[in-house]
């Protein structure tokens, strides 16, 4: 079998509702009430614990409750050294903002410290209320790509320099004899995670410099996860790469318990997901039928199912967010019942 892995989303924001009776703040914390270093670091801490591979932390700066964030990049230097042996993970860096020659260099002393744990999370950007909030330049989309692109390749070239100082002469960005030392653990560099949907450019882009695709919830259902590998599979052919060399990650979210209640409570929270603006014409998830097409739910035998349809679409990571945190009794049966089923 085709190793799989399991991996913790990071609860790095808040989501229960403001008061009593109200909507979920945020789809992926319903239960959170209220942003806590304590009640973070023993999440992730107790993923290590139950053998989970990788914890990812999204990189946003003001969503959640009372705008209360985890800055990403800090986090993950934090987890490096409160964790042993889970791999740390950016779910997905955005390319606007931060300088990509100096990513280059804070994922390889990232990756020194961590002792090679980490996988490099890449995303174009799409919130448009944080750039405007903190002062970044909001371009078209795809200019955004074409950044990103550039943005991978010289970090690469950083990479690949060894002890000599890389340059790079792009349209977006320029460095001369910019230097990467200490150089990564990993060889040749950690791997590169792309996140996004877009068929003909962010899909063309995975193919052309990605180690691993990071699907979404819109794209959480096997149909869709199937036509967007083969999507990948069809541009690897174009730019010359062999598709094996890339692997799919499921990210969405996890309800795992016998306890028919807590289920439909947790249904209740999650649904109708409340999408972003731009979002909202694609995916229609309003009830619990909706939502199982989505996502990983239900009793362990369930979970395992749906995990077991996601394989065969060409999944080998799942990235789970278990929405009934801080309770961790769902990723605790989940890691019991479920995940040795496949390991």
């Given amino acids: 079998m085709t190793d799989i892995s399991f991996e913790y989303n990071v609860p790095v924001f808040a989501g229960a509702p403001d008061e009593e009776g109200g909507e979920p703040v945020h789809r992926d914390t319903p239960e959170y009430e209220a942003l806590d270093w304590e009640t973070t670091k023993a999440g992730i801490l107790k993923a290590e614990e139950l053998g989970f591979d990788a914890a990812w932390a999204p990189d946003h700066l003001l969503l959640g409750?009372?705008?209360a964030e985890y800055e990403c990049w800090t986090l993950l230097s934090a987890m490096a050294g409160f964790t042993?042996?889970?791999n740390l993970g950016s779910l997905v860096l955005c390319n606007d903002y931060r300088n990509p020659a100096l990513v280059a260099k804070m994922a390889a002393t990232l990756d020194v410290i961590s002792d090679g744990r980490l996988e490099l999370g890449l995303g174009a950007g799409?919130?448009?209320?944080?750039y405007d909030a903190y002062g970044w330049e909001y371009r078209d989309g795809f200019e955004r790509l074409m950044r990103l692109d550039e943005s991978i390749r010289l970090?690469?070239?950083?990479w690949d320099a060894g002890s000599e100082g890389a340059s790079f002469d792009g349209d977006h960005y320029q460095i001369e004899d910019a230097y990467c030392a200490p150089q990564p653990v990993q060889d040749p560099h950690p791997p590169i995670l792309v996140g996004g949907q877009g068929e003909q450019v962010t899909l063309k882009?995975?193919?052309?410099h990605a180690d691993v695709w990071n699907t979404d919830v819109f794209n959480g259902d096997v149909d869709t996860l199937q036509h967007k590998i083969g999507v990948i599979?069809?541009?690897?052919?174009?730019?010359?790469?062999d598709p094996e060399d890339i692997e799919y990650s499921w990210d969405g979210h996890v309800i795992c318990t016998?306890?028919?209640?807590?289920f439909d409570r947790l249904v209740d929270l999650m649904t109708p997901i409340q999408f972003e603006e731009e979002y909202q014409d694609q995916a229609d998830i309003e009830t619990a039928d909706d939502a199982r097409e989505y996502?990983?739910?239900?009793?362990?035998?369930?979970c395992a199912q749906a995990i077991e349809d996601r394989i065969e679409a060409g999944v080998t990571k799942f990235q789970c967010w278990f929405i009934d945190f801080p309770d961790t009794s769902g990723m605790e049966l989940f890691a019991d019942e479920v995940m040795p089923e496949f390991r």
């Fill in 65 to 67: 409750r009372d705008h």
């Fill in 84 to 86: 042993e042996d889970i």
């Fill in 126 to 130: 799409w919130h448009d209320h944080e």
């Fill in 155 to 158: 970090m690469k070239r950083m």
């Fill in 205 to 208: 882009l995975v193919a052309k």
């Fill in 233 to 241: 599979e069809d541009h690897c052919e174009t730019v010359g790469r």
């Fill in 258 to 262: 016998r306890d028919e209640d807590k």
């Fill in 295 to 302: 996502f990983i739910m239900g009793t362990p035998e369930e």
